[in-house]
């Protein structure tokens, strides 16, 4: 009997399903110096792929779902349903953005394994965390040179 933490993933009686260590395979042959430069540049634009999605998360998505909010106050008459809207379609957007930037951060794996390289985690956590910070930082200076208080302190309305 297995009783050893390590062995039963931290549970008492045994494992549950899922919870297994992952067991890579041994690097794939990768055959000629020129597949394994595709495959670099595939996973190098995959990640640019996951790089401009994530960007997407800090305006356009955003602002696409005003649009929608407004489109149906205007249509409607209706401001809390046009909130409604709007926030359903932010939020689809953004778990379906999701979605797709987890199979792609897999398939980047899949790649850069393919290459040559010994790839057993995705990027995606560091892709999101940089695209935060410059996302966060670029709408800080947009608001306060720009767009928001920046301006108002120069017309004189502050």
């Not at 597949?35 to 997407?56: E, I, S």
């Not at 602002?63 to 349903?81: E, P």
């Not at 800080?140 to 309305?157: F, N, R, Y």
Request: with cysteine.
């Amino acid at each position: 009997m297995r009783t050893d933490p390590t062995d039963n993933g931290g549970l008492f009686i045994g494992r549950r399903p899922g919870t297994a260590p992952l067991k890579y395979r041994e690097l794939p042959d990768t055959g000629t110096a020129g597949r394994r430069r595709t495959d670099a540049v595939l996973a190098a634009g995959l990640l640019a792929v996951q790089v401009l999605l994530n960007l997407l998360f800090w305006g356009p998505i955003p602002a696409g779902s005003l649009w929608i909010a407004s489109q149906v106050q205007y249509r409607t008459g209706s401001v809390s349903l046009g909130i409604l809207l709007g926030f359903v379609a932010l939020l689809a957007a953004l778990f379906g953005g999701l979605s797709i930037l987890k199979r792609l951060d897999h398939a980047w794996v899949l790649v850069r394994r393919a290459s040559g390289v010994d790839q057993r985690e995705g990027v995606l956590g560091t892709v999101f965390g940089v695209c935060a910070v410059v996302g966060g930082s670029a709408f800080v200076l947009w608001l306060l040179l720009i767009g928001g208080l920046g301006s108002m302190a120069v017309s004189g309305q502050a």
